[in-house]
């Protein structure tokens, strides 16, 4: 979320956007950036990408900072979707006499903050499954060698999608085979996005380089290992067992259940990037949003899919999807397609 704060003029006051969970918010922070620079916002308009906020949470209340400070008038681009403020925020403000105006931008907000929507509306993160492929769709080799299909540019760019989720999530075959550390290296980042991984037998070995300090890992199991649990969280993970609730399912995890408890962790935007066995579980369960695909021009022939579903019986069975947008990244074309309708809450 972002605020910037400007005198009638429309001279630039201050700027700030809201930190990390926790932390103070856009109009807090951008009223302590127009007070570093020893300008008075007595007047002022502010304007903010979301409806500030009037509930005591982790902060205090946004509209009673605002009115402290002696901000005239509150321009937002859309209402807050939290039920402990939906509206409340912009009562508040004119209340207190300051003039509010809602709707410049909606959509763009909406589409910016399309996680913490979704989170608050469904009760669950939006997804959005990274895909780096031949152009024959294909992510590795028959020997599974991946590195590199894409070019430098596509792997930059993955890494900035990363550094905007609140989670990274990947399965256990992912972890096994390539031991990745799957974090944010190639581009700046305030914080590392959290780790998910789905390891229904907690084979998460305890070496693995995924641990790191800095974040949190979140490890999801469909069958209890007491010792390995115990071992894992003396690593720093959390492991939460959530099983299928069929008798053919109840040995692998229940990945809408998945969902539902990263969203009470407060996960706006989970980042898949696992392989075709997960990535295909994703897609069967109807659980994916958006997909971004970085497709190199080059052939593979036989290799690893992109994911395995299926198989389908009729063309009308197939998963329908829009573009979103189209860029060329170096040599390799990013595809950003999204399920119709998804985004619809």
């Not at 469904?122 to 031949?134: E, G, H």
């Not at 408890?261 to 407060?266: I, N, P, S, T, V």
Request: aromatic share 4%; hydrophobic share 40%; charged share 25%.
């Amino acid at each position: 979320m972002g605020c910037v704060i400007a005198d009638v003029n429309g001279v630039l006051l201050g700027q700030g956007f809201t930190q990390k969970t926790g932390g103070p918010h856009a109009e807090i922070m951008a009223l302590r950036n127009a007070a570093d620079l020893n300008h008075s916002v007595v007047g002022a308009t502010a304007y903010v990408t979301l409806e500030p906020c009037s509930h005591h949470g982790r902060t205090g209340p946004c509209c009673d900072a605002l009115t402290a400070a002696g901000i005239k008038k509150v321009v937002a681009s859309i209402a807050d979707p939290n039920p402990l403020v939906s509206g409340q925020g912009f009562d508040r403000l004119r209340a207190a006499g300051i003039e509010v105006v809602v709707g410049p931008g909606a959509a763009e907000s909406r589409e910016l903050n399309i996680g913490f929507f979704s989170r608050m509306i469904r009760k669950t993160p939006w997804v959005r499954m990274k895909i780096a492929a031949s152009l024959d769709g294909k992510t590795a080799l028959n020997n599974g060698v991946s590195q590199w299909i894409t070019s430098e540019e596509a792997r930059t760019d993955g890494h900035a999608w990363r550094a905007r989720a609140c989670a990274v999530l990947t399965g256990i075959g992912t972890v096994l085979e390539d031991d990745p550390r799957l974090d944010v290296r190639l581009v700046d980042t305030p914080r590392q996005p959290h780790l998910v991984v789905v390891d229904s037998r907690l084979q998460t070995p305890l070496d693995a380089r995924l641990f790191q300090p800095e974040r949190k890992i979140y490890i999801y199991a469909a069958i209890p290992d007491e010792a390995k649990r115990e071992a894992l969280e003396k690593r720093g993970a959390t492991v939460i067992y959530l099983p299928g609730k069929q008798i053919d399912t109840k040995d692998k995890v229940d990945l809408d259940a998945m969902l539902q408890d990263l969203g009470a962790r407060e996960i706006n935007e989970l980042h898949v990037e696992a392989g075709h066995k997960l990535n295909g579980s994703l897609i069967r369960e109807g659980l994916v949003d958006e997909f971004l695909v970085y497709l190199a021009p080059k052939l593979i022939g036989s290799g690893c899919d992109m994911a395995n579903f299926g198989p389908l019986t009729e063309l009308s069975q197939a998963v329908p999807l829009e573009f979103k947008s189209t860029d060329m990244l170096g040599p390799d074309l990013r595809i950003v397609a999204r399920i119709p309708g998804r985004d619809q809450f």
